[in-house]
T-cell receptor
Framework: KQEVTQIPAALSVPEGENLVLNCSFTDSAIYNLQWFRQDPGKGLTSLLLIQSSQREQTSGRLNASLDKSSGRSTLYIAASQPGDSATYLCAVVSSNTGKLIFGQGTTLQVKP | GAGVSQSPSNKVTEKGKDVELRCDPISGHTALYWYRQSLGQGLEFLIYFQGNSAPDKSGLPSDRFSAERTGGSVSTLTIQRTQQEDSAVYLC?????????????FGDGTRLSIL
């Protein structure tokens, strides 16, 4: 059974810092891995999608990497801003079931 | 519309009542997904549709839960005889196709509270 774990559960950093969020998954048979952002009371916004054959994806200040063999992904946020404060969720699409399996999320607070 | 639309945004009802949640996906998206987000449980996959068909209903928590999709567009999630443990945010997502490397686009969810 696929399990997705995110560390840390919460993170507080001063504005301007670079930071890394971690995601691990137990079954390497995945279609892709996605990073989402969720603001309070809102749905999820897709940030980056990494296909199983890819190693990383970049969008603006965000960079996500994927190491399928070790079951790990990282989301790197450069020069953090208060507007980056949100919960970040990692999810994998299992090759066997096609279902999106989520981690519990990392709640990020960027202080001005 | 531009994004996935869910209604109502909030629903408060008494235990034992039936509720119906609606999802309007992005136009042209053939795949539609329902998730439940509750405190301590995280995001839980419930069911998906390819067109009007739901090939896998194993994620539904109990037989009180059902979902349908008509015309390849709007979907409704129905919960019968609601229980307090059904209280959660119910999220809907859609994507161009299922099982493809297409991102899922989420609505803002329906916050369901069972008194």
């Amino acid at each position: 059974k696929q399990e997705v774990t995110q560390i840390p559960a919460a993170l507080s950093v001063p504005e301007g810092e670079n930071l890394v969020l971690n995601c691990s998954f137990t079954d390497s048979a995945i279609y892709n891995l996605q990073w989402f952002r969720q603001d309070p009371g809102k749905g999820l916004t897709s940030l980056l999608l990494i296909q199983s054959s890819q190693r990383e994806q970049t969008s603006g200040r965000l960079n996500a990497s994927l190491d399928k063999s070790s079951g790990r992904s990282t989301l790197y946020i450069a020069a953090s801003q208060p507007g980056d404060s949100a919960t970040y969720l990692c999810a994998v699409v299992s090759s066997n079931t096609g279902k999106l399996i989520f981690g519990q999320g990392t709640t990020l607070q960027v202080k001005p | 519309g531009a994004g996935v639309s869910q209604s109502p945004s909030n629903k408060v009802t008494e235990k034992g009542k039936d509720v119906e949640l609606r999802c309007d996906p992005i136009s042209g998206h053939t795949a539609l997904y329902w998730y439940r987000q509750s405190l301590g449980q995280g995001l839980e996959f419930l069911i998906y549709f390819q067109g009007n068909s739901a090939p896998d209903k194993s994620g539904l928590p109990s037989d009180r839960f059902s979902a349908e999709r008509t015309g390849g567009s709007v979907s409704t999630l129905t919960i019968q005889r609601t229980q307090q443990e059904d209280s959660a945010v119910y999220l809907c997502a859609s994507s161009l196709a299922f099982g493809n490397n297409q991102p899922q686009h989420f609505g803002d969810g329906t916050r369901l509270s069972i008194l």
